[in-house]
């Protein structure tokens, strides 16, 4: 069974800093571009950054002058760097991943998310 698993949410005051980690875990045959997303109440899934295999990364215009992403393949971990945080960045952040997986002499690649871990900038 293949899994994601956020952690590092929680509750901070604006201008403070958080880093998200996101462990993949299972029967990867290969994990591939991994993302992060996030969604706020009353609002769409808003796509924050994504990091390809090679290390290619993006980060969405909004959050781009303060936030960044990076992975370690060997730990198959990635991480969301957060600095400057305001009101406007509490939501619930989400994992995503493109992970293959060996199903006999073949191959299977889906995106797999992770449960969420809830962010909340409050004075």
């Known amino acids: 069974q293949v899994q994601l698993v956020e952690s590092g949410g929680g509750l901070v005051q604006p201008g403070s800093s958080l880093r998200l980690s996101c462990a993949a875990s299972?029967?990867?045959?290969?994990?591939?571009?991994m993302a992060w997303f996030r969604q706020a109440p009353g609002k769409q899934r808003e796509f924050i950054a994504s990091?390809?295999?090679?290390?290619?990364?993006s980060v969405a215009d909004s959050v781009k002058d303060r936030f960044s992403i990076s992975r370690e393949n060997a730990k198959k971990m990635m991480y969301l760097q957060m600095d400057k945080l305001g009101y406007d960045d509490t939501a619930v952040y989400y994992c995503?991943?493109?992970?293959?997986?060996?199903?006999?002499?073949?191959?299977?690649?889906?995106?797999?998310w992770g449960q969420g871990t809830q962010v909340t900038v409050s004075s």
């Open positions: 990091i390809t295999g090679g290390g290619d990364t």
């Open positions: 299972g029967r990867i045959f290969s994990l591939n571009a």
């Open positions: 995503n991943a493109r992970i293959s997986t060996l199903q006999g002499l073949d191959t299977t690649t889906a995106d797999y």
